[in-house]
């Protein structure tokens, strides 16, 4: 049997690593998820009676500030970042590799989970805080949220607009595409 040129092999072994980097994501969800179910109950997390409104709950204090709950949800959001990140290499392989707009979705996606850390830490201390840390007429964290996790994504959208041809698919192609399709035989 002859060997296998590692040419040949490369565009199945950078496949593997998306693939791979997809599955450590997934692992990584599913182990904040178990982390979920054995971390501590939290003392009144689902509220408890209102004094003077029959059927309604009073929560209680910052429940996401509680440790579990704290680092669980900020690695629950990475994870999704990480999925999402994922997603975009794979379906943005052309003949096993991602070409020039790789740089635009690791930029994006690197620079996303950045505002995200961002606002999870500012809103930390803006529930430990007394002050009013406004930004833009919004509290801090709000503005982070509104103004970069909300906004970022445009970074990769404009990416992908403008590296479309040369990544994904080419007039050449869709012109080949179209030859190869006028030359089947009609039923």
Known sequence: ????????????????????????????????????????VVEGATGIPHP??????????????????????????????????????IGNRKNGQVRSIGRWLILGTSIYALAYT??????????????????????????????AVWFLPLIITIGYILRFEDSVISDQEIEAFNDFIDQQPSE
């Open 1 to 40: 049997m002859p060997k296998a040129n590692l040419n040949e092999q490369e565009p199945y072994l950078i496949e593997m690593k998306y693939i791979r980097f997809l599955f450590g994501a997934l692992i990584l969800l599913l182990g904040v998820i178990a982390g979920a179910a054995i971390a501590p």
């Open 52 to 89: 003077e409104f029959e059927g309604m709950f009073i929560g209680p204090a910052n429940i996401d500030q509680q440790a579990s709950t704290r680092w669980l949800g900020y690695f629950f959001g990475l994870g999704i970042i990480a999925v999402f990140t994922a997603m975009l290499f």
């Open 118 to 147: 961002f606002m999870v830490y500012s809103h930390w201390g803006y529930a430990q805080s007394t002050t009013d840390d406004f930004f833009l007429s919004m509290p801090a964290p709000t503005a982070w949220m509104i103004y």
